[in-house]
């Protein structure tokens, strides 16, 4: 019995983008430059801009069928472009632009190109270009990648409406740059050298070799350095997603004869978009659902405006929960403690702060209005901070307009910070009924449209297991972030948070990040042993920190040993008021050449300590950029609904600069109140489900070890090991991007289904450790009982290679669940119909099982654990010669949930139809709907 299990929502946070579509218009589109960005051809690259968001606007009206445009854009300058007038902003940071300007990556060049880490009608994270792209748009951008209009389309189509290119790459197993079309003649199979473009008539041009000359074949097709150039001029008007730098071709393909769609074509976007058009799928777009109404938008011009701005100092707001409840489990202390932390090491002088304290409606006050730190007002707002005491009822939406209003009563009428923590429901309002979910404005739910557009961001800080369930939605709606403290926790729960907050403030240089190095926290212990690595990366600024209890205060506790190959330091481990033990070492002082290489750090305390973290920061040095990690949920804050169907994963990207750092060990913990340990969860970058491209640096992985509803914390750690490696491009002008008309050594090819191949330049990083706090999630509707909730994973990587005499079929593992654990059964059916092979109700009947006789020796179809590599090696006897079959793989849990695989195909041509080596036969294989011919 085959059961598929398809009732499954996959949740991708979207980035709550400056970008709003109304009246058929996208407003408040946002570009923004990075501080790394030089300011001296800052007037090219906003004029650059200008000329490409400009085209861009009037071909997209053309594309959408003269259903939108753009019709106002903000340029957000780094603070230090001082040269140009611009309106000061405190709503927008770097991270948020829908269009970002940056240092090139080296896997795209200057190439422009869109993360796109969810699936097909998924929007992406950001669109990227560089300073020579724009700054050349009229001369070699144009050359290069084809009219700037089409290109925009291109890109904006990836990044807001989840579609995918439709043109192959050369020598990728998946989506390949030639692939061979099948015809059935009077006389049987004929098959054909094709070009993988997903065009609307024939696509005209020549095959070349990257390096020059003629393309060399290799097992029958053109080997991965033969691309094909197409000719400028041709009558294609459709796919802008195949050929954009075709004058004419700015049409999405669609159903229709003048547009058509070619569903069999081996490209990435029919592949993850189950073969529907690009119009299907950007029609099923939000901002398209009124586009069959029968309504007729009046656009009378498509020319946008266009405003600069640059980011104002940072500005945040406590509000802080001081109702009854917060006694309970010390949390007021906890609380206190760590806003006191917090404005001694953490903000820098210059940030502008607030604080409000919120209880029943009568103690809303306050405690600080939005003053600039500096000495004074540090040391004055600890004392204030010292004094909070917890009394009364709680009134969350009081306490959150109260933010809101110290903000706008400092200046600030759009945007800001907003740090708010809390461990309850709205309750007790009025300070004599308990009246649950009661207050003046409605709680949260009444208050957060306010808050959200007012601009301003929201960081929440959930206490204990009670607090408010729309907290993440607060966080979420807001473009914040959500984090949770449970009870009987170490310092660190709180801390993190507070220090991750400082995120939301103007973007600097790369150089000037500070980076978590190492990370732990320790319980009921004496005396303990940490051991990190200072690596090449780093360098700047170390700053090793322990963080103790509020019982531990203002003590010295013990001795603390930090020991280099070069140096060592003994020092009292020395607590001040606010638990903190803090050893700084400048990147320019005397001692800063010797810490370098493996480092430990060794703590004898004089008695045992309940909690204790221990955190290492770090800078680059001057000389480098850094090696820095994220780690997010594709639900960012937002709850997961498992009994809705509802699944996410988890991702983690490793960059050293812009460049894609491969091979490192990835882990992510999954945490949550009442459980000792963690879930631990490796990330994976191979490319397979749901991992998008292969070896990117986007590492990600399904979470199901959830085991009933509640709140869980996420934290991912890298270590580099001897097998890491930065992503450098590639060595040669070869494996060029098959976007530009014509291939050059700045545009390298990226990305199909894997960044890397046999020219990339590869360059190890050493060991090294990094880690990153991504916030909190909540799941709910867990089934008791331990209920089989998901199917094996998806296998889309099914791929076939003639090796001696036999075929050779490889893919990626799936698990039990999607891609954790071990599936139960693998299945290999096959047919000379394809059609057979995709209607998976009629399988079974209509086509054939690969049997145990048909595998070679030592090959067995035994599932092994997900992730892992699996090759099956079968005899062709089981084939006739002059046929083609489709091979497709059916994998089954022990619950008889199941998943189907991408279509492989394989055709035996005729010994004496070719020159081939082999004494008795030649191979067409076909992955992923791509035929290839092996000799």
């Known amino acids: 019995m085959i059961l598929t299990y398809v009732c499954l929502v996959l949740l991708l946070s979207k980035a709550s983008p400056s970008v709003t579509f109304r009246e058929n218009g996208y407003e408040e589109l946002l570009v923004s430059i990075s501080p790394d960005v030089p300011q001296e051809n800052g007037q090219q690259v906003i004029d650059g801009i200008t000329a490409w968001l400009t085209a861009g606007s009037s071909t997209l009206h053309s594309s959408s069928r003269g259903w939108a445009h753009i019709r106002s854009v903000l340029i957000l300058l780094p603070s230090t472009w001082t040269e140009f007038d611009a309106e000061s902003t405190d709503k927008y940071l770097v991270e948020d632009a829908e269009i970002r300007v940056d240092l090139p990556n080296p896997v795209y060049g200057d190439g422009p190109f869109t993360s796109q880490p969810g699936g097909c009608g998924d929007q992406g994270e950001y669109t990227q270009v560089t300073e020579k792209f724009l700054a050349e748009i009229d001369g070699y951008s144009t050359e290069m990648f084809g009219p700037p209009g089409n290109v925009f389309v291109h890109e904006w189509s990836k990044f807001r409406y989840g579609v995918f290119e439709e043109f192959g790459y050369p020598g990728d197993p998946l989506y390949p740059m030639f692939y061979y079309k099948t015809t059935w003649t009077a006389d049987g199979q004929t098959n054909v050298l094709t070009p993988n473009f997903c065009t609307d008539k024939a696509f005209q041009g020549s095959m070349q070799d990257m390096t020059g000359g003629e393309c060399t074949q290799k097992n029958g097709v053109p080997d991965s350095d033969c691309i094909f150039v197409g000719d400028k001029e041709q009558p294609i008007t459709s796919s802008v997603m195949a050929a954009p730098y075709l004058t004419n071709n700015d049409q999405y393909c669609d159903q229709t004869e003048d547009n058509i769609h070619h569903p069999e074509l081996p490209t990435k976007h029919n592949a993850l978009c189950g073969k529907k058009s690009v119009w299907e799928v950007v029609k099923s777009n939000d901002d398209f659902s009124k586009f069959d109404s029968g309504s007729s938008p009046n656009i009378t011009t498509t020319l946008p405006t266009f405003t600069l701005i640059r980011p104002h100092t940072a500005s945040f707001v406590f509000v802080l929960d001081v109702s009854g409840s917060m006694e309970d489990e010390d949390r007021i202390i906890r609380l206190r403690q760590a806003v006191k932390r917090w404005l001694k090491y953490d903000v820098e002088d210059g940030v502008l702060v607030g604080i409000v304290s919120f209880a029943d409606k009568y103690k809303i006050n306050i405690v600080e209005p939005l003053t600039p730190i500096d000495a004074t007002s540090r040391a004055s707002m600890i004392t204030k901070v010292d004094r909070l005491k917890a009394e009364g009822g709680t009134c969350l939406d009081m306490g959150l307009l109260k933010g809101r209003e110290v903000l706008q009563a400092g200046g600030i009428q759009s945007g800001g910070v907003i740090i708010f923590l809390t461990d309850g429901i709205q309750a007790f309002c009025d300070g004599q009924n308990e009246n649950a979910g009661w207050g003046p404005e409605d709680g949260i739910a009444g208050v957060i449209d306010r808050i959200a557009d007012s601009g301003i961001r929201v960081v929440t800080i959930a206490f204990g297991p009670n607090a408010q369930d729309d907290i993440e939605t607060l966080a979420e709606r807001t473009n914040g972030k959500a984090y949770s403290v449970p009870d009987k926790t170490g310092p660190d729960a709180i801390n993190d948070p507070l220090s991750g907050s400082l995120s939301y403030q103007p973007s600097v240089p790369m150089g000037d990040m500070e980076l978590v190095v190492f990370q732990q926290s320790y319980q009921n212990v004496k005396q303990f042993t940490a051991s990190f690595t200072i690596d090449q990366f780093m360098g700047g600024d170390l700053t090793i920190q322990v963080d103790v209890g509020h019982a531990f205060a203002d003590k010295v506790i013990g001795i603390i040993q930090m020991e280099s190959a070069r140096i060592t330091v003994f020092d009292d481990l020395e607590i001040d008021s606010n638990g903190v033990y803090q050893f700084y070492l400048a990147e320019d002082s005397h001692d ?262 048909a595998l070679m020796e030592n090959t067995t179809l035994t599932p092994i654990a997900a992730g892992l590599p699996v090759e099956v090696k079968m005899t062709s006897t089981i084939f006739e010669e002059d046929q083609q079959y489709f091979l497709r793989l059916h994998v089954e849990d022990a619950g008889n949930l199941s998943s189907w695989s991408n279509i492989a195909s394989v055709f035996l041509a005729p010994t004496s139809s070719t020159t081939s080596a082999s004494p008795t036969m030649s191979l067409f294989i076909l992955a992923s709907f791509a035929l290839f011919k092996l000799i």
């Open 592 to 853: 800063s050449g010797a810490w370098s290489g493996n480092t430990t750090v060794q703590v004898n305390l004089t008695s045992e300590i309940d909690f204790l973290s221990l955190k290492i920061t770090s800078k680059s040095s001057s000389d480098t950029l850094p090696l820095r990690t994220r780690c997010w949920t594709s639900a960012g804050s937002e709850r997961v609904s498992v009994a809705d169907g509802g699944l996410l994963y988890i991702l983690a990207e490793v960059k050293q600069g812009n460049s894609p750092v491969i091979g490192a060990r990835v882990m992510a913990y999954i945490e949550r109140a009442g459980v000792d340990a963690p879930v631990e969860l490796q990330l994976f970058d191979g490319g397979a489900v749901p991992d998008q491209v292969g070896n990117d640096g986007i590492y990600a992985r399904y979470f199901t070890g959830f085991d009933q509803d509640d709140r869980y914390s996420l934290k991912c750690q890298v270590v580099g090991t001897n097998e890491t490696n930065i992503n450098q491009g590639f060595i040669e002008p070869k494996k060029e991007k098959s976007l530009p008309s014509r291939p050059s050594p700045t545009n390298p090819i990226c990305c199909g289904s894997t960044a890397i191949n046999e020219d990339s330049k590869l360059e190890p990083t050493g060991t090294f450790s990094r880690t990153s706090i991504a916030g909190s999630f909540q799941v709910t509707g867990v089934p008791a009982g331990g209920a089989n909730l998901y199917p094996p994973g998806t296998v889309r990587d099914l791929h076939l290679e003639l090796v001696s005499e036999a075929i050779e079929m490889t893919f990626t593992a799936p698990g039990d669940d999607l891609d954790y654990g071990t599936a139960s059964k693998y299945e290999v059916y096959y047919s000379k119909n394809k059609t057979e092979l995709e209607d998976t109700e009629k399988i079974s009947n209509t086509s054939l099982l690969v049997e145990e006789d």
